[in-house]
Every structure is written in C-alpha cells, then in structure tokens.
C-alpha cells in the first residue's frame, strides 16, 4: 500500500480535514512546502521540478520570487468525449477564426499578461522554465524515484502554446498555454483579445483533445464559462489516482504541432478534418495564411513537424476509436450550468442542464 492510499484510508476513516503535505510525494518534501491551503510553495526554478510537480497532479503557478503549486480540493474537468459541449452560436461564429499550436508562444505570454494585469502569475522566471519544457518537445519525469527502487518507469511532459488567429486579418486573437500528462490536457492561462475569440479558442481545442483521444481536460478552479462547456467537479484524491493511472500507460497522447496554416476552427467542431489532416498539422486555408512573420510559406522546421506529426499519426490513431464512433458519442452532462440547453458536439440531440 502506498502512502497515498494509506493516508486516503486515514481521511476517510477519521474524517479529518486534508492536510496538504500527506499529498506531497517523498521525493518532493525537499524541494517544495506546504503554504497556505491548497498551495505550496517552492524557490528552485528549474524544468525537471516543474515537470514533476505537472506529473503529481499540481498546477505550477507563481508569485514573485517563488513558485506556487497548487492542489485544489476539487478540480473542474471535463470527461472526454462526450462530456464536451458547444453553443450553436459559437459554433458558427468559429468559422472565422484558425487554430495553430506552437506557434507564438511569446505572443501568447504578452496577451495573457496583458488581459490578466501586472499581477498576473506569469513572472519571467516561470516562462524561462515553461519555454525550456516546450522547446525539449517532452520531458520525462520518474515516477517515485527512490534508492530501493527496481524498476523505472517515466511520465512524458509535454507544454504548448495554442492560438487562434482572425483568418480575413492574420492578428493572433486569442490564445492559452496547457500542457499534457497521459491522456490529461491541462490549461494554465489565456487570454482573448475579439470579441468570442476566447470561446472559439476553448472550443477548438476541446474538440482537438476529443479527436486525437484524450480522456480528460482539465481546467483547474471552478467558473462558470467552464460549467459552459460542461465541465464537473473532481475530488482532489480522484484526480491525483487518475494523473497516476494515466501518467505512464497513456504517455504517448500528444497534440499535433501544426504549421503557421493550421486548422479552420469550425472544421475542427464539426469533425470534418481526417486523422491524417490533424497529424500533418496543416489545413489548407482558402483566405489569409496566418504566419508569425511576414512569410506565408511553410518553413523548414514546419515540414520536419509534419513528418513527425506522421509518424505519431500511426502511434496514436488507435486512441481516435474511443474518440470518434461514426463522429457520435454520449453525452456526459455532469455538474452542467443551469437553464441553458446545450448541445453535444457528439450527439445532435439537445440536453436539457441540470
């Protein structure tokens, strides 16, 4: 039995408040302590804890000077497929709008700080490490690493930069940065600058993790534009067993990075783009190509991606089965706001919230 379980039996058992550090594995305890409810904190910047701290189920956020990672008590998720809902309003006002991954991730940064104000988390230290984890492409964390230990196990972590781009003007109009361990997408922060951006931006995305086999989103502290998208509430102890039953059997699920092109947003909703499409990362526009610079031809280092996006493709298209059944899932409509009628984007038939 390991400590976790052990202490999980204790809490149920005594009915004792949480105590945070119980949740701390012992590899950890030297390098981060326990705050303030649900934080943390810790003053070693450096990739490989980070990475750690994303594969044992807390959110790396900061203050100045040092790293905050939180556990919530209750995480807000959304259960993939069919757990995932768009309005009919942002679905057809997607149409305007692409979707690229990896693409500007500065830009991305300024626009989350600048929506969010001075006091926005992104400090420059934090970026530095979130850029180091985006550029290595993944980066392996040990699981339990200890001195007695006979086997060794690895959990990839992979960060990305998303963005939506305006398809008549080219200007970047949204955008978010999250990363992945297993089957799990985690978004960290965003921002909108149009006017629906943002949601296209949620729903685009959401729609890229039912399609390439993710079974979870994970969007952090409650809100309501979340419960939007039919999101629920996890227990904390729910979620750290699912991080640790996915971390490493799961590990090989990974976005596409596309090229400057991209995807059209309302394709992306309406699952009209094939598997091999969403690999190559590269949906031919018919209007603007968006690009980060003035070029709209697709660079060297673009067709290296695609030819790795090809190969994942073969890795990976399994996934899309329990994703994709004739375009079709049930819906999961847990925890949804209350007095809107939504619509899956896996079954046509409207459901009435909760």
């Known amino acids: 039995m390991t400590n976790r379980e052990r202490h999980e039996i204790e809490d149920d058992e005594q009915g004792v408040e949480e105590n945070l550090e119980r949740w701390i ?21 450096h990739y490989r804890l980070v990475a750690a701290l994303m594969m044992e189920g807390f959110l790396p956020i900061a203050a100045e000077g040092v ?7 209750k995480r807000c998720v959304v259960s993939l497929p069919g757990g995932l809902h768009v309005s009919k309003s942002i679905r057809k006002k ?19 700080r600048r929506q969010h104000g001075p006091r926005c988390w992104l400090y420059p230290k934090l970026v530095r490490v979130f850029k180091q984890i985006l550029d290595a492409g993944e980066v392996n964390s040990i699981v339990n690493p200890c001195v007695t230990m006979t086997k060794i196990e690895e959990a990839p972590v992979r960060l990305y930069s998303i ?6 003007t080219g200007e970047l109009v949204a955008g978010e940065l999250g990363y992945t361990v297993g089957s799990i997408y985690t978004s960290l922060t965003g921002f909108s600058a149009q006017d629906s951006a ?6 685009g995305l959401g729609c890229l993790l039912c399609n390439i086999g993710f079974s979870l989103w994970d969007l952090g502290m409650d809100m309501d534009y979340k ?36 995807y059209n947003c309302k394709n992306l909703i309406d699952q009209k783009l094939s598997m091999e499409t969403l690999f190559s990362g590269n949906e031919q526009s018919q209007t603007t190509v968006i690009s980060a610079g003035n070029s709209s031809k697709v660079s060297n280092a673009d067709t290296d991606r695609q030819r790795g996006n ?15 059944h004739h375009g079709r899932c049930t819906p999961d409509n847990q925890n ?14 409207k459901v009435v919230a909760r």
């Open 25 to 45: 594995p012992d590899y950890l305890k030297q390098f981060i302590i326990p705050y303030h409810d649900e934080f943390c904190y810790a003053r070693i910047y």
């Open 67 to 73: 790293i905050l990672p939180k556990l919530h008590h």
């Open 94 to 112: 997607s149409k305007k709008f692409r979707l690229t991954t990896n693409q500007s991730f500065d830009r991305v940064v300024e626009g989350c």
């Open 163 to 168: 963005e939506v781009w305006n398809d008549e």
């Open 198 to 203: 943002g949601s296209v931006q949620l729903a």
């Open 227 to 262: 419960q939007s998208l039919g999101s629920h509430l996890m227990d904390r102890k729910d979620f750290v067993a699912h991080i640790a039953n996915v971390r490493v059997t799961q590990g090989h699920n990974k976005l596409p990075i596309t090229n400057c092109n991209g």
């Open 310 to 324: 090809n190969r994942d493709l073969k890795q990976l298209k399994h996934n899309s089965t329990m994703a994709v």
């Open 336 to 349: 949804a706001s209350p007095q809107k009628k939504r619509r899956s984007i896996f079954n046509k038939q």
